[in-house]
C-alpha cells in the first residue's frame, strides 16, 4: 500500500454537512488500511491559513486506530471551530507540500520499516482553483521522490464558462457531487487501487477481444485473520488461539430470496456443504429429529426455488447464501459486504454498433456448440493431473540418462546411511542402484 496522506482544504465552500461525509467515510477505509496484511503509512491534514497535523505520517496498526479515530473526528472540529479562509494562498500549499515530502522522504529512508512505493497524496477540495495552486507548486518542486497526487472536488455543479488550464505537471482530477456514495467510491479506490491485469479472449474465426482484467473486491485473505474468519467459511489459524471449534459458527437466517434474483457476481470464496449434523454429543432423538427437520428445510427452499440469506452472528457480521439440493443437502456460500466491494470503472457505452461488428461476433460465436443439459463442474477438467505429471517427466528422463548400466554416483559420506550402497575404494563413491520405472503406469 504504501504511504498515504491525505490533506483536507479546509475553506468556506465545504459545508460543515460535507465535512462530515469526509471525516466518516475516511474513518471506514483507514481501518479497513489498518487491518490490512500490507504494511501502510499514513498521515491527515488540514490546509486553510496554514496547515495543520491532525495525524503524523506513522505506520498503521491495530494499536493506532483509537488514535486515528480520534484524529479524523477533529475534521469537524476543526472546520466548527476555526476561522476559514476563502482560498489557500501558493505560499500555505507550498509549505504543506514540502513537509509532507519531507517527512514522507524520512520514512522511506529508514531501512527498518517494511512501507515501500510511492507517496501517494489526495488534496480533498470543494474549488477548482485548488488544483491550478497546486499544479503551479508541484511544478516547482526539487524533491525527486516518487509521489503520485490525486485531486478530489467535491461541488454541487461546474459553473458555466470556468475552464480549467492544462496542468504542466501529472494529477489525476475527480470531480464528484456532494453524494455520499459519490465521495465514497473514488476514496476507496484511492486507498486500496485497482490494478488491471491483461487478458486475451480468443473465440472463432480468429477473433481476439483483449480485456483488463479487474478486482472486483477488496480481497478478504488480505486481512488480518480475525477479521478473515468472520467473512469466510474456512477458519484461518490464529497464532496464540485456542478457538473452539466443537462451539461451531451461529448462523441467522434473515431474507429468503428467489435464485433469479441472486447476482453471482456478489458471491465469493469457495462453498461448503451443508449436512445434517451427527455429532457424538447430541441425543439420538435429538439427531433424529434434527435430520428430518433439515431434509424438509432442504425441499422447502428447493421447490420453492429460493435461497436463504443468513448471518454471521460473531464480532464481524460475515453475510452466507445458503442454496439447498432435493438429495437433502445444501452449498452455503459466503457473500462480498458492501465494505470490500470496489467501485466498477466507467466503461464508455457504445449505443449503436454497425452491423458489420454485430454480424462477425455472432457468427464467430454461432460456431461454438450450444448445450442443452445443465453444467456441472464435474465434467470439467483443469488438466490439473496432466500437468503435474508432465512437470515429473524431466527428471524421470535424467536419471534414467545420468544412469551407466543402471547404476549412478554420489559423493562417499562417512555419516551417510550406506544400507543399499557399497562403497568404492578406487574412486571413493558410493554406487546405489538406480531407480527404475517399468512398473509406472505413465
Given at each position: ?9 479546509m ?11 469526509v ?5 471506514q ?12 503509512a ?21 494499536g ?15 472546520h466548527r ?17 514540502q ?5 514522507a522522504d ?9 512501507v515501500?512505493?510511492?507517496i ?12 491550478i ?22 461541488a ?21 457531487s456532494p ?5 465514497q467510491?473514488?476514496?476507496r ?27 472486483l ?6 486481512l488480518?485473520a480475525k ?27 434473515e ?5 433469479e ?17 451427527t455429532h ?12 428430518h427437520?433439515f ?8 421447490e ?7 448471518r ?9 447464501l445458503?442454496l439447498a439440493?432435493?438429495?437433502g ?10 465494505e470490500?466491494?470496489?467501485p ?10 454497425s ?20 453444467f ?26 545420468d ?32 531407480p527404475?520405472?517399468d512398473?509406472?503406469?505413465?
Open positions: 500500500m504504501g504511504i498515504k496522506v491525505i490533506i483536507v482544504d475553506n468556506t465552500m465545504m459545508s460543515s454537512e460535507t465535512c462530515k461525509k471525516s466518516g467515510i475516511c474513518l477505509e483507514v481501518s479497513l488500511l489498518a487491518d490490512h496484511s500490507v504494511q501502510s499514513f498521515m491527515l491534514a488540514c490546509l486553510s491559513a496554514h496547515t495543520e497535523i491532525l495525524y503524523p505520517l506513522q505506520i498503521l496498526n491495530e493506532s486506530i483509537s488514535v486515528l479515530r480520534r484524529s479524523i473526528d477533529t475534521l469537524v472540529q476543526y471551530d476555526t476561522p476559514l479562509v476563502d482560498d489557500s494562498s501558493e505560499q500555505t500549499i507550498t509549505q504543506c507540500v513537509f509532507i515530502l519531507n517527512t524520512k520514512l522511506l529512508s529508514n531501512t527498518y520499516n517494511q515501500a512505493g510511492v501517494d497524496v489526495l488534496f480533498i477540495t470543494c474549488q477548482t482553483r485548488l488544483k495552486k497546486l499544479d503551479s507548486v508541484l511544478s516547482k518542486q526539487t524533491i525527486t521522490t516518487p509521489k503520485k497526487v490525486t485531486v478530489l472536488t467535491i454541487e455543479e461546474e459553473k458555466e464558462g470556468s475552464e480549467v488550464p492544462e496542468c504542466l505537471t501529472e494529477i489525476d482530477d475527480i470531480s464528484v453524494f455520499y456514495t459519490n465521495i467510491r473514488p476514496l479506490k484511492w486507498f486500496f487501487g485497482q490494478e488491471s491485469e491483461l487478458a486475451t479472449l480468443s473465440l472463432p474465426d480468429n477473433l481476439i477481444l483483449s480485456c483488463d482484467l479487474l478486482p473486491s477488496i480481497d478478504p485473505s488480505s488480518s477479521t478473515q474468519s468472520c467473512l469466510t467459511l474456512t477458519r484461518p489459524k490464529i497464532p496464540g488461539s485456542m478457538l473452539d471449534r466443537q462451539q461451531g459458527r451461529k448462523l441467522k437466517g431474507k429468503l430470496f428467489k435464485l434474483q441472486i447476482c453471482e457476481s456478489v458471491l465469493f470464496g469457495s462453498p461448503m456443504l451443508l449436512i445434517p449434523s457424538w454429543t447430541m441425543e439420538w432423538d435429538t439427531l433424529e429429529e434434527n435430520q427437520n431434509a424438509a428445510f432442504c425441499k422447502s427452499l428447493s420453492s426455488n429460493s435461497a436463504l440469506l443468513c454471521n452472528s460473531e464480532e464481524v457480521e460475515g453475510l452466507f445458503i439440493e432435493t438429495d443437502t445444501a452449498l452455503i456460500k459466503p457473500i462480498i459486504c458492501s470490500l466491494l470496489l466498477k470503472p466507467n466503461i464508455p457505452l457504445i449505443v449503436q454498433l452491423d458489420e461488428t454485430t454480424q462477425l461476433v455472432d457468427d464467430s460465436l454461432k460456431k461454438l456448440e450450444l448445450s442443452d443439459e445443465s456441472s463442474p464435474l465434467d470439467h477438467s483443469a488438466n490439473l493431473h496432466e500437468c503435474l505429471i508432465r512437470r515429473m517427466e524431466p527428471r524421470k528422463r535424467k536419471l534414467l540418462n544412469s551407466s548400466s543402471n547404476l549412478y554416483e554420489v559423493p562417499y559420506n562417512q555419516n551417510q546411511n550406506a544400507a543399499h550402497a557399497t562403497p568404492d575404494k578406487i574412486t571413493n563413491t558410493f554406487r546405489y542402484n538406480a527404475t520405472f512398473d509406472s503406469p505413465y
